[in-house]
């Protein structure tokens, strides 16, 4: 069994349990309300044509209900940031369990690194009088991507509870248990497959781990 925690609208992957706690997951079972709701702009045209199709509705912050080494694969991205560091904790650990020994985990997460490099230029720009007029823009963009659950009182779930860079999660990662740890590029990495999934290049850290052994067949041995 293969793993996508928090695959998201559209983002399901073939022959894995694609796992994620919107209301929406519940409501594409309800074509007529979902219908009623768009009709009556409740929800907009891109929530009315979101695909969900096979995602079983499950909240990955709490005990995820599979079997301690039952799963080979799991895959997550952007997903970890949007529950609180210690429930992110639990997750983790979580995740470790239900992993098989020699088992691989790919984490897709927004690098705090990225966004604050990003806000820095944003800042120095206006500044050094390149843009016409002040504004928050930056400001609002950079506190909003690192804070946004605490910002705005929106669904649990929806907006970003914590905000990871490499050496945060690196340091996460081992402290659950995990030895074989890799940061890797936007779609590579030392797994044949879980690299292709990826759909976010921009703004991204990527992680792979094993938990306990490589698999067999990749040779390797050292552990970073
Ligand atoms: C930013 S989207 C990422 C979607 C997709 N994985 C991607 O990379 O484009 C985050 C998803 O995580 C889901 N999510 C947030 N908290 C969750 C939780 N506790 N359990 C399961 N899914 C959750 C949200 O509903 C949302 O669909």
């Not at 890799?182 to 094993?210: I, K, M, T």
Request: hydrophobic share 35%; aromatic share 10%.
């Amino acid at each position: 069994m293969n793993l996508n925690i928090g695959c998201g609208p559209n983002g399901q992957i073939e022959n894995f349990v694609n796992i994620d706690n919107s209301k929406a997951v519940l409501l594409a079972h309800c074509l007529l309300l979902k219908k009623i709701l768009y009709k009556l702009r409740i929800i907009n045209k891109q929530k009315y044509e979101a695909h969900w199709k096979g995602v079983r509705w499950m909240d990955a912050s709490r005990c995820l209900p599979f079997r301690t080494e039952s799963v080979s694969k799991i895959y997550t991205s952007h997903f970890l940031e949007h529950v609180p560091l210690e429930k992110g904790k639990l997750v983790l650990a979580e995740c470790y369990r239900v992993l098989k020994n020699g088992g691989v985990i790919r984490l897709v997460l927004p690098d705090l690194l990225w966004h604050a490099k990003r806000y820095v230029t944003a800042v120095e720009k206006i500044l050094n009088g390149d843009v016409e007029k002040y504004s928050s823009y930056a400001h609002d963009r950079f506190l909003n991507s690192i804070y946004g659950a605490y910002l705005k009182t929106v669904r649990y779930g929806l907006e970003h509870c914590y905000m990871y860079d490499v050496p945060t999660i690196l340091c996460l990662l081992r402290k659950t248990g995990f030895t074989h740890i890799r940061v890797v590029a936007f779609r590579e990495g030392e797994d044949s497959e879980l690299g292709q999934y990826d759909n976010r290049p921009e703004d991204s850290l990527h992680v792979e781990c094993w938990k306990n052994a490589y698999p067999i067949d990749t040779g390797k041995t050292s552990a970073k």
